[in-house]
């Protein structure tokens, strides 16, 4: 059974930086993967935020979190990282990541679509004060 499990949300002010952490059993990152953080706020559409296929150097990042957000991984401990920099109000949502294994081209060309995740965690609050 594979479960993604997140953490590092929480309530943060303006300017200041959260880690996130997508770690995952009963399913290995190390192998050809597309993982995603993907983030939801109040009313609005789940969004890709941040997104890598594992073993690759690619990765893809919103406009709107582009220099301010970082998504790595570690496959020793078969996590996922999401570095959040600089945050900003509208940084405001609760945070999934997602993954699905994947060849690069899957990934590169669907990967910002939520509906094209196998698996997913239960998501992580993060609330940022101005």
């Known amino acids: 059974q594979v479960q993604l499990v997140e953490s590092g949300g929480g309530s943060v002010q303006a300017g200041g930086s959260l880690r996130l952490s997508c770690a995952a059993s009963?399913?290995?990152?190390?192998?050809?993967?597309?993982v995603g953080w993907f983030r939801q706020g109040l009313g609005k559409e789940r969004e890709a935020v941040a997104i890598i296929f594992t073993g690759s150097p690619y990765s893809y990042y919103a406009d709107s979190v582009k220099g301010r957000f970082a998504i790595s991984q570690d496959n020793a401990k078969n996590t996922v990282y999401l570095q959040m920099d600089s945050l900003k109000a509208e940084d405001t949502a609760m945070y999934y990541c997602a993954a699905i294994p994947s060849t690069a081209d899957y990934c590169m060309s669907y990967s910002r679509d939520p509906t094209r995740y196998k698996y997913w965690g239960q998501g992580t609050r993060v609330t940022v004060s101005s």
């Open positions: 009963g399913y290995t990152y190390s192998t050809y993967s597309c």
